[in-house]
């Protein structure tokens, strides 16, 4: 496939895609072309690290609640009465809304796994489903089950123990040896409220980061932890979290609605040898899967709370969101193509939907002009 014309940096470009990454990236020149990009932008896929797809069902359920009351008494009684096919339609949906929106991959936490795979099969975006763990963890009884289904879809899944406060020790020893026997990483949501943090404090008599290596779990997985949130930490807990090589994702739209916090340490994290990525969380606590309104929320977010609008220009939130991804030779063909004239434009001055093609593994799953 060759995109021609696209602007990348500036300049006008043609993009020639072979297979599932690109092959070249030339000066403009005229050609034959299978996407005339004229005007248009061209950037690396988003990832959105950190969602729950199917929650595309309880969009606007329970609004400007806190925490705990949106969670029991809004979203854990609504989730009792889902089925698999009310999760494909829901997940589908939010596969299309990403797509649209230019994110080429997400990083899920739900259940009822194997109806979410045929969505994500269906829709043609990639994505990693973590089979959510409560309690003790007995849904691990079910796992071999859900791999094999899962499989045969070709989605690759993780092991996602809710929170330290809704897991159990014996649930969260269970799932991080899980995780190391099948070499699955585990994705958990960690240190997202104060609240979280003194209840560990007083349960347990040490912070939520000091409870998992306490467990040993920080030393038997280290990178393969993706944690969502991570807003309160001390220095030794991101001490650990660099030391260990784990990727912590923001979600700041969903941090501010549910008013959990707002100060990602971003780049102490960073500076201490941790990822960091971003992600939307899912669309019942940010409302959409907008991973461009996500950039500017975060961006802006670091430049406020610490008073320094030099901190994390444009091109280091794009790279975050792309987690590292760029468009040049060997580069997976993951991208899409906006109505916009800069990376400064994308970032500051748009939306999701300034996205006109998304393209994942070399095949167009998003075409605006088709939908419109
Ligand atoms: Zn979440």
Request: charged share 20%; net charge negative; hydrophobic share 40%.
């Amino acid at each position: 496939m060759t995109i021609a014309d696209a602007l990348l940096d500036g300049e006008s470009v043609d993009i020639v895609i072979e297979g599932a990454a690109i092959a070249s990236v030339t000066p403009h020149s005229p050609c034959t072309s299978d996407i005339d990009a004229h005007g248009l932008s061209v950037f690396p896929g988003l990832c959105n690290m950190h969602s729950h797809a199917p929650m595309t069902l309880f969009r606007g359920l329970g609004d400007d609640q806190p925490l705990d009351v949106w969670l029991n008494e809004y979203i854990w009684p609504a989730e009792q009465r889902l089925t698999d096919e009310l999760v494909y339609r829901g997940t589908l949906q939010a596969c299309r809304e990403m797509l649209a929106s230019g994110t080429t991959a997400f990083n899920d936490m739900y259940f009822r796994l194997p109806a979410m795979a045929q969505a994500v099969a269906d829709s043609g975006i990639r994505a990693r489903l973590g089979l959510n763990l409560f309690g003790d963890a007995d849904e691990l009884d079910t796992l071999d089950d859900v791999m094999r289904r899962c499989s045969d879809a070709g989605v690759n899944l993780s092991l996602a123990p809710h929170s330290i406060y809704t897991v159990s020790e014996k649930g969260l020893r269970r799932s991080a040896e899980a995780c190391k026997e099948l070499g699955l990483p585990m994705h958990i949501h960690m240190s997202e409220t104060q609240k979280e943090v003194d209840d560990c404090l007083r349960e347990h008599g040490c912070r939520p980061w000091e409870w998992l290596d306490r467990l040993g779990i920080l030393d038997l997985l280290g990178p393969n932890i993706i944690a969502a949130h991570c807003l309160h930490l001390s220095d030794s807990e991101i001490r650990l979290i660099g030391d260990h090589r784990i990727t912590c994702v923001h979600c700041p739209n969903s941090n501010l609605k549910l008013g959990s916090g707002y100060r990602f340490p971003m780049l102490e994290l960073l500076d201490a040898g941790a990822h960091v990525a971003l992600g939307t969380d899912g669309s019942a606590s940010s409302n959409n899967l907008d991973m461009i309104e996500v950039m500017k929320t975060a961006a802006l977010l670091q430049k406020g709370w610490r008073g320094d609008p030099t901190v994390v220009p444009a091109a280091q939130i794009l790279s975050i969101a792309a987690l590292g991804h760029t468009i040049a030779p060997g580069q997976p063909a993951c991208l899409f193509l906006a109505d916009v004239r800069s990376l400064s434009d994308l970032v500051y001055a748009s939306h999701g939907d300034s996205v006109v093609m998304t393209v994942v593994d070399g095949k167009t799953v998003y075409n605006k002009q088709q939908t419109t």
